[in-house]
């Protein structure tokens, strides 16, 4: 069964919108954005620690809680995951551009 992330980023705006005891994404929003953000920098190291691993199940574990941590400091600082992909959009758009000048320095 997969996650879409879209949905993984809704629940947790619906566990910010509608508390849940025993949540523990209600319990990172009740300790604030310092707790995240440690939670953030924690889980990006385990993602690096796990990379170095050969076995990648381990990094397919730690990325899973590193988007998770994301979410939640996303949703923390009111950004939405559209903006996310706005952003991603428009690079698109000049990596492209930029992909095109080099099939134009190349002829
Ligand atoms: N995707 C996740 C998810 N990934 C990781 N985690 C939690 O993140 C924590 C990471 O483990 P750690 O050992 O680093 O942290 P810990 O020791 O439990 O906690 P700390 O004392 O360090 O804060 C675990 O408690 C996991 O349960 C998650 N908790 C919730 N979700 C999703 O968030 C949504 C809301 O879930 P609830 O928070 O359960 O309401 C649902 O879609 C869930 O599937």
Redesign the pocket.
Known sequence: MK?EID??YQ??V??RKNP?Q???????FD?GLD?IL??VG??ST?VIVAAKNPDKSELVYET??L???L??LLVEQGVSFDQIKEELGKREGLMSKTQERREIKKL
Do not use: C, F, N, P
């Not at 025993?22 to 990172?28: E, K, V």
């Open positions: 996650q949905e993984l629940s947790v619906d566990r849940i025993g949540s523990y994404t209600d319990y990172l300790k707790k440690k939670k924690e889980e385990e899973a809680d988007l998770y941590h979410m939640v």
